[in-house]
């Protein structure tokens, strides 16, 4: 039987108790700090078996191919031309944006950075903001004020490869026990050994590069977006006495690990940043984040508060639902859409898949199915989806912030009892957000 994510977090959370991890150290690094996170994400991936069933053909094949040539020229291109290694201008505030991109007013822009960015630039502080990942920025308009990490990070990574390091005989025994408490508790295979090792490297290489950077750029304070992927950057900025400020970017719950720290005194973690700025003060109480009161801001959703103003005046289509996508799942949703499709009769079904999921999600045969016989809506990857939700009654989906989103557009929101509709538990209230079920619609 599959773990839910609330079973994994909870294990997770009672393993690093019993073993007094946030306390454990090797050569200096607090390694469950800088694992954490890729442990969660490893136990959950084996929890919820992520797989796609899509099939290739040759045709296919070729087109991927060539598309994954052309695509890694022009981001080593983009690494070499923006890296931040020539970059010596100090600054007041270094921005690092998140990898989603959304269009706003005909140009692709971080939507949780973007209005913190306008903000400071009126205050008049001068900003260099930094992208972490070709894979998705390359939708991002470049310019001399945006520089990149992907050459520092292939470095980081090469270099890893060709280092070792030793860990001392206690360090050992106490990674062969944890290793052995972690597989048996989560039926996870996990190598802890290297993993431990790859990261100590990584985690060194890329604080020397980020306090060079600082050293550099010299500035007061740092934006950031996922705090989880960045404990070195957070490092460097906390020895240099460095404000870091993390903003929200998604669902945070007691039933996910992300923010949550439940057994933690507030201020003590290393590389966890110095405030957060949360969307209201629901989201700030819903789990234990690890900072004192006084630094966590109730800063709002700016983004989200300009869009639905903009289409607060939809013209609201009573018989149009939506649903919502999600990584690792959208097999399970389709499917359960497929077996529930008589609850939707008379409605137009939109569906839209996760960005990352345009490369395969319309060769699923679920997809097929569902276009072909029951004429389900698949939305376009370029599709304005908040002028869909405010168009829309009803949005559909497991645990994805959208369904949070929809809310702003007077959505009636529908979970599906599928893996990840544990973040959704503490918002359920059966008026705006309830659990979907075959007479959802009927009510």
């Given at each position: 039987?599959?773990?839910?994510?609330?079973?994994?977090?909870?294990?997770?959370?009672?393993?690093?108790?019993r073993?007094?991890?946030?306390?454990?150290?090797?050569?200096?690094?607090?390694?469950?700090?800088?694992?954490?996170?890729k442990?969660?994400?490893?136990?959950?991936?084996n929890?919820?078996?992520?797989?796609?069933?899509?099939?290739?053909?040759?045709?296919?094949?070729?087109?991927?191919?060539?598309?994954?040539?052309?695509?890694?020229?022009?981001?080593?291109?983009?690494?070499?031309?923006?890296?931040?290694?020539?970059?010596?201008?100090?600054?007041?505030?270094?921005i690092?944006?998140?990898?989603r991109?959304?269009?706003f007013?005909?140009?692709?822009?971080?939507?949780?950075?973007?209005?913190?960015?306008?903000?400071l630039?009126?205050?008049?502080?001068?900003?260099?903001?930094?992208?972490?990942?070709?894979?998705?920025?390359?939708?991002?308009?470049?310019?001399?004020?945006i520089?990149?990490?992907?050459?520092?990070?292939?470095?980081a990574?090469?270099?890893?490869r060709?280092?070792?390091?030793?860990?001392?005989?206690?360090?050992?025994?106490?990674?062969?026990?944890?290793?052995?408490?972690?597989?048996?508790?989560?039926d996870?295979?996990?190598?802890?050994?290297?993993?431990?090792?790859?990261e100590?490297?990584?985690?060194k290489?890329?604080?020397?590069?980020?306090?060079?950077?600082?050293?550099?750029?010299?500035?007061?304070?740092?934006?950031?977006?996922?705090?989880?992927?960045?404990?070195?950057?957070?490092?460097?900025?906390?020895?240099?006495?460095?404000?870091?400020?993390?903003?929200?970017?998604?669902?945070?719950?007691?039933?996910?690990?992300?923010y949550?720290?439940?057994?933690?005194?507030?201020?003590?973690?290393?590389?966890?940043?110095d405030?957060?700025?949360?969307?209201?003060?629901?989201?700030?109480?819903?789990?234990?984040?690890?900072?004192?009161?006084?630094?966590?801001?109730?800063?709002?959703n700016?983004?989200?508060?300009?869009?639905?103003?903009?289409?607060?005046?939809s013209?609201?289509?009573?018989?149009?639902?939506?649903?919502?996508?999600?990584?690792?799942?959208?097999?399970?949703?389709?499917?359960l859409?497929?077996?529930?499709?008589n609850?939707?009769?008379?409605?137009?079904?939109?569906?839209?898949?996760?960005p990352?999921?345009?490369?395969?999600?319309?060769?699923?045969?679920?997809?097929?199915l569902?276009?072909?016989?029951?004429?389900?809506?698949?939305?376009?990857?370029?599709?304005?989806?908040?002028?869909?939700?405010?168009?829309?009654v009803?949005?559909?989906?497991?645990?994805?912030?959208?369904l949070?989103e929809?809310?702003?557009?007077?959505?009636?929101?529908?979970?599906?009892?599928?893996?990840?509709s544990?973040?959704?538990i503490?918002?359920?209230?059966?008026?705006?957000?309830?659990?979907?079920?075959?007479?959802?619609?009927?009510?």
């Amino acid at each position: 039987m599959q773990a839910s994510i609330q079973e994994v977090t909870s294990k997770i959370i009672e393993i690093e108790k019993r073993n007094d991890l946030f306390s454990w150290h090797i050569d200096d690094i607090y390694i469950w700090e800088i694992i954490r996170y890729k442990v969660y994400m490893m136990a959950l991936n084996n929890a919820l078996e992520r797989s796609q069933s899509q099939k290739k053909n040759i045709v296919t094949k070729v087109k991927s191919f060539y598309k994954k040539v052309v695509f890694n020229l022009r981001k080593y291109f983009n690494a070499i031309i923006h890296q931040p290694y020539t970059d010596s201008v100090a600054v007041d505030v270094m921005i690092i944006e998140s990898s989603r991109k959304l269009l706003f007013e005909g140009e692709y822009i971080d939507p949780y950075t973007k209005f913190t960015y306008d903000k400071l630039l009126c205050e008049g502080k001068s900003i260099t903001k930094y992208q972490s990942s070709f894979t998705f920025d390359c939708l991002a308009k470049n310019g001399s004020d945006i520089k990149h990490f992907d050459l520092p990070y292939i470095i980081a990574g090469i270099g890893a490869r060709l280092r070792t390091i030793t860990i001392n005989k206690e360090d050992e025994q106490k990674i062969k026990e944890l290793k052995e408490e972690i597989e048996t508790e989560l039926d996870l295979v996990i190598d802890l050994h290297h993993l431990i090792s790859e990261e100590i490297k990584i985690f060194k290489l890329k604080n020397r590069f980020f306090t060079k950077l600082l050293n550099k750029k010299k500035p007061k304070e740092i934006y950031l977006v996922n705090f989880c992927d960045k404990p070195a950057l957070i490092a460097s900025a906390k020895k240099q006495k460095i404000k870091v400020i993390d903003i929200q970017h998604g669902l945070i719950s007691s039933g996910d690990l992300i923010y949550n720290y439940p057994n933690t005194n507030d201020g003590t973690l290393n590389y966890f940043p110095d405030q957060f700025y949360a969307w209201s003060e629901v989201w700030s109480n819903i789990c234990k984040i690890p900072l004192k009161k006084e630094n966590i801001i109730n800063y709002g959703n700016p983004y989200l508060t300009i869009i639905s103003s903009k289409y607060k005046n939809s013209i609201v289509k009573k018989k149009q639902s939506i649903i919502i996508s999600q990584p690792g799942i959208t097999e399970l949703i389709l499917d359960l859409l497929i077996k529930n499709i008589n609850s939707f009769k008379g409605y137009e079904i939109l569906f839209k898949f996760h960005p990352n999921e345009y490369s395969y999600g319309f060769g699923l045969e679920q997809t097929k199915l569902l276009q072909s016989k029951y004429k389900v809506v698949f939305l376009d990857e370029k599709i304005d989806l908040y002028q869909k939700l405010a168009e829309s009654v009803n949005a559909y989906g497991a645990g994805s912030t959208t369904l949070i989103e929809a809310l702003e557009f007077n959505c009636k929101v529908f979970v599906f009892n599928l893996p990840s509709s544990e973040w959704m538990i503490p918002f359920i209230d059966d008026k705006k957000i309830s659990w979907f079920n075959e007479n959802a619609l009927k009510n």
